[in-house]
């Protein structure tokens, strides 16, 4: 079982490349790759509502539970 997050996705709807998306969130363009690829192990709730005010979104948009 596993936490799957799909911003690349929404980046691509939104016309928004991942370089914005992490200076308008405050956070590292090297942080916000290892969200991108899967190999986070923790999100802080603050980053995730930035990221979610920023794209216009909801968590579930963003975070997908899959069983493996």
Excluded: H, W
């Amino acid at each position: 079982m596993a936490i799957k997050i799909y911003l690349d996705g929404i980046l691509q709807e939104r016309g928004m490349r991942g370089k914005e998306l992490a200076e308008r969130i405050g956070i590292t363009q090297a942080n916000l790759s290892i969200l991108r690829s899967g190999k986070a192990k923790a999100m802080r709730f603050t980053t995730l509502e930035a990221i979610c005010e920023v794209l216009d979104c909801q968590p579930g948009d963003i975070l997908k539970f899959e069983d493996d």
